[in-house]
């Protein structure tokens, strides 16, 4: 019963790397966000997308980049690690569309745990 | 300036008692939706309950319930007779209905419960 899906649950990268994270969501859902979380700060959104190969700025963009060929796969880019993006990372997805009820909210994926050394 | 505020980082409750998490909003939006996720260990966010803000009765799910004091802006969970697996980080989290199709929420920096035996 998985509906949003984070590739991996751990991650250990080493600075400079370019590194990709992957979340696949089967619910046909238009908006996918990825945030970034870190202890005290909460969630931050990073990027997020409503569309195929649509994209917008979150609050925190820079040092990320995000690609969204398929309407089903969201991924987050790390052009160059840096041990300062060392977080856990959270994949979500969402209707689109003002008319949609309020009380729909996330669905989560299960997160990324990065640690870049 | 902060929509979502969640002064309490930690809280400790003994098992079987009743605990409350404190959440706070800002908005000036009148037709906005509530929700609360908990985070455990695993690093999956779970959704709880919702509360729209125009719903007269306070939101009830099982064990949880939602104390919401609209003048005040105020959304507190209370979880009743605590249990060890309660023991998560918990959020607080809103979407305003002129925040646009993207219906993207807004997230307080959460707060850590542990449940003692």
């Known amino acids: 019963d998985v509906k949003v899906t984070q590739s991996s649950r751990y991650l250990v990268k080493r600075t400079g790397e370019k590194v990709f994270l992957e979340c696949v969501q089967d619910m046909d859902h238009e908006n996918m966000f990825w945030y970034r979380q870190d202890p005290g700060l909460g969630l931050r959104l990073i990027y997020f997308s409503y569309d195929v190969k649509m994209k917008e700025k979150g609050d925190i963009p820079e040092g990320y980049s995000v690609s969204r060929e398929k309407k089903e796969r969201f991924s987050l880019i790390l052009e160059s690690a840096s041990t300062n993006q060392t977080s856990m990372y959270l994949c979500a997805s969402s209707l689109y569309g003002q008319e949609t009820p309020l009380r729909y909210g996330y669905t989560f994926g299960s997160g990324t745990r990065l640690t870049v050394v | ?117």
């Open chain 2, 1 to 117: 300036a902060q929509k979502i505020t969640q002064t309490q980082p930690g809280m400790f409750v003994q098992e079987k008692e009743a605990v409350t998490l404190d959440c706070t909003y800002d908005t000036s939006d009148q037709s906005y939706g509530l929700f609360w996720y908990k985070q455990p260990s695993s690093g999956e966010m779970i959704f709880l309950i919702y509360q729209g803000s125009y719903d007269e009765q306070n939101a009830t799910e099982g064990r949880y319930s939602l104390n919401f004091q609209k003048a005040r802006k105020s959304a507190n969970l209370v979880i009743s007779a605590s249990q060890l697996g309660d023991s998560a980080m918990y959020f607080c989290a809103m979407r305003e209905r002129r925040g646009g199709a993207t219906n993207k929420l807004i997230f307080g920096t959460g707060t850590l419960l542990a449940v003692q035996p």
